[in-house]
């Protein structure tokens, strides 16, 4: 089942980074490093033809190392694309960025004219902090809600640089729908477009099968119970989250959990890996096919059932 949320403004969004993209010369995509393939936006590619990018894995402070550099190869086997891991706790780091532009650019002079660069982000993925450590200056508003940024604005930064910022989008579909899970989980996605309690499960069916050592330490079990659901009346126990009878009170747990994730507490753990999301994606690719297949053979049929009907 895919997830549908598609606000008017990302609309607006989607058709002005389309107007917006052959008047550009750089791409900047700021991306969640424990996310990199959920949080990257799938209408980019075919937005940005040979448009050169730079892929911010943002909030690499937040996720595995070992797996942010996996995910940094991964990206750049793809022509003219530069991916960085960043934290917003570094914003010298983030500063670096006005040399690396031009360098993305080597054949091109812009000392007569500006270099203009795009920059893009899903919700509460850290653009408008990004923007605010370029400009040296408070320029975007930031939040922890997703969907700040609502107007497109142009900023000039030095080294002749102009950023054309846009608001925040998501796409019309977030499939497979792991995917969007795994932004709920980071905070990408509004608390109230996917059930609470089914967004705090999905993290603990993940940590259960990748990671339960975090699981363990994190909220002192002994050992791991064999369902979810036992995960969640165990920590309920030991954080005084329980309902009459014993069971947990399964919205307290989820927010335990979500809030231990998105702030660090867990630990450095990233979502997803590129082997999981290859496979993900074949499984998405064999579904798609079918669904066609199906949406074929029904059409088919109508056609017959109406060439009789005139008979």
């Known amino acids: ?51 050169p990018c730079i892929k911010i894995l943002n909030k690499a402070d937040l996720a595995d190392p070992d797996m942010t550099q996996r995910w940094k190869e991964a990206l750049e086997k793809t022509h003219g694309i530069r991916a960085i891991p960043m934290s917003q706790h570094e914003p010298q780091k983030v500063r670096e960025l006005l040399k690396i532009c031009p360098e993305m650019l080597p054949h091109r002079n812009f000392e007569g004219t500006p270099l203009r660069a795009l920059i893009l982000g899903i919700p509460n993925v850290g653009k408008s902090t990004t923007i605010n450590n370029l400009a040296g200056r408070i320029i975007a508003k930031t939040g922890n809600e997703p969907a700040v940024t609502k107007i497109q604005q142009r900023i000039k930064l030095e080294n002749n640089i102009v950023l054309l910022d846009t608001p925040g989008f998501l796409w019309p579909k ?73 069971v947990a009170d399964t919205h307290k747990v989820a927010e335990i959990l979500l809030n231990d994730y998105r702030s660090g ?47």
Request: aromatic share 6%.
């Open 265 to 311: 507490a867990m630990g450095r753990v990233t979502l997803e890996s590129p082997e999981m999301v290859a496979k993900e994606q074949a499984e998405l690719a064999v579904l798609h096919a079918e669904q066609e297949e199906k949406k074929k053979a029904k059409e088919e049929l109508r056609k017959k059932r109406k060439a009789g009907e005139r008979i």
């Open 174 to 246: 977030l499939e497979p729908e792991e995917c969007g899970y795994r932004l709920a989980v980071t905070g990408a996605i509004k608390n109230t477009v996917l059930e609470f309690e089914d967004v705090g499960m999905f993290l603990v069916e993940y940590l259960m099968e990748h990671q339960p050592e975090i699981l363990l330490k994190r909220y002192n079990l002994k050992e791991i119970p064999h369902t979810a659901i036992e995960v969640f009346d165990e920590i309920g126990r030991r954080r005084g989250a329980v309902r009459k009878g014993g």
């Open 1 to 51: 089942m895919a997830i549908n949320w598609y606000p008017g403004h990302m609309h607006k969004a989607r058709k002005e980074i389309r107007e917006a993209m052959p008047q550009v010369d750089l791409i900047i995509e700021v991306l969640d490093a424990r996310i990199p393939f959920s949080s990257e936006n799938p209408l980019v590619p075919a937005l940005r033809d040979d448009t």
